[in-house]
């Protein structure tokens, strides 16, 4: 292949499985740098979001972990998940570009890629009880992993919410923080005054955001959970999205996504499920209904269903029905396809992972980069150069023998540059 181009070589390899491509980095040094560049990663993983053989299925049960792929259903492989279970299992709290996060039951969290088998353990959280006065107790803590593209960074999302344990007391308050890859390390973000339909729900991504079904009111009695609340992994701040109108009856809500879509689902009680898209993220007139599926169209017993994906290029979607299976929705022919895991445990919770490279050490590097670039700002400053004085961001501060672009400085990295001044 030496004699091909090189844009030839390059659209040839990010076509191939993850586990050939690792083994392809020992063939040249070329090769090894082309294949461990972010801008290949991120080329690799286009092209296997829209590649059905390269997406997977993540069956937790148990204390265990499995995947399948999806192309086959067939024959699960246990994975050796990378932190210890010390006798318990661990939970899988979010799968996003290939890596997924996960949890064990001392609350160790960690960034892990199945295919290339690599990991990165978190810092430890704890809860901030000094802040809480009084009888409360925490008894919801939910979580949310998602990928912020505008500025290249996964991020993990803990939501803990307190309240009194005095029946007559009213006391309802939330501590909500973020890891940022990039920054590595938590920080505090505003409060999610909102009550948790599913307490032990994870977030659901999707168009940049974390989706949850909440409430406004904390009282039992008066608790309507028709409320979807997104928070923005960019900005880092909550807005609600408008549901479309379900129609009358009781129903329960499950969010998921469908290719690059927001999808939510109406379980009517055991009658039918009408599954919504937004066609348009955020605008509330772009919801469409897609289909429903009714009650004798599902063997066994139909509570509520969850979508999971598109497969077949997009001629089916992927559902699991009450925790324990999954089925097909043929969208054109609209029939149910009963599937059948060989192998696989009576009952399970379901994950979607797409095989990627995404790497750590290309954060690790970024990390690296901007810490030398703060390093060499200090010297210059530490020599009497450039000294911090009230100037417009756009301007340049003029020293014998030297031009200093105070733009550049508040841009890259911005408030941590200078806040280290």
Request: with cysteine; proline share 4%; aromatic share 12%.
């Amino acid at each position: 292949m030496s004699s091909l181009p090189q844009d030839i070589i390059v659209d040839i390899l990010c076509r191939i499985p993850v586990k050939n491509l690792l083994r392809f980095r020992c063939v040249s040094k070329p090769w090894c740098k082309l294949i461990d560049g972010p801008d290949f990663i991120k080329l690799h993983l286009a092209k296997s979001t829209s590649n059905q053989p390269q997406t997977f299925l993540i069956l937790k049960h148990s204390k265990n972990l499995y995947w399948v792929s999806l192309d086959s259903l067939e024959s699960p492989s246990e994975l050796d998940q990378p932190l210890m279970c010390y006798n318990h299992c661990v939970k899988v709290l979010g799968s996003c570009n290939g890596l997924l996060c996960i949890r064990n039951i001392v609350d160790d969290i960690a960034f892990w890629n199945p295919s290339t088998k690599k990991h990165r353990v978190l810092p430890f959280l704890s809860l901030e009880r000094k802040r809480y006065s009084g009888n409360s107790v925490c008894n919801v803590c939910v979580y949310g992993f998602g990928y912020d593209s505008v500025h290249d960074d996964y991020k993990l999302v803990r939501v803990a919410q307190f309240s009194s344990v005095e029946s007559e007391s009213r006391y309802f308050e939330s501590e909500v923080k973020v890891f940022s890859l990039v920054r590595n390390h938590w920080k505090r973000i505003g409060d999610m005054n909102y009550v948790f339909h599913y307490p032990g729900t994870n977030g659901v991504f999707a168009c940049g955001c974390l989706h949850w079904v909440v409430s406004r009111n904390v009282e039992v009695k008066d608790k309507v959970y028709n409320i979807v609340v997104a928070l923005d992994l960019a900005v880092e701040d909550y807005k609600e999205v408008a549901l479309p109108e379900f129609g009358v009856g009781d129903f329960d809500v499950e969010l998921g996504a469908l290719g690059e879509y927001f999808c939510v689902v109406s379980n009517h009680r055991d009658i039918h499920s009408d599954v919504w898209v937004m066609k348009e993220y955020g605008v509330m007139d772009s919801w469409t209904k897609l289909f429903s599926i009714a009650r004798e169209q599902v063997w066994g017993y139909f509570g509520y269903i969850r979508p999971l994906g598109y497969a077949n290029e997009g001629k089916e979607v992927l559902f699991q029905r009450d925790k324990s299976d999954v089925f097909l929705y043929d969208v054109n022919k609209k029939i149910v396809k009963n599937v059948r895991i060989r192998s696989s445990p009576i009952s399970y919770k379901v994950n979607i992972c797409v095989q990627s490279l995404v790497s750590f050490n290309v954060y690790d590097r970024r990390k690296q980069i901007d810490g030398d670039d703060k390093k060499n700002v200090k010297k210059r400053m530490g020599a009497g150069v450039g000294k911090r004085t009230e100037q417009p961001s756009n301007s340049k501060e003029k020293r014998p023998g030297i031009e200093f672009d105070w733009d550049i400085i508040m841009n890259h990295d911005g408030d941590a540059v200078m806040q280290n001044l």
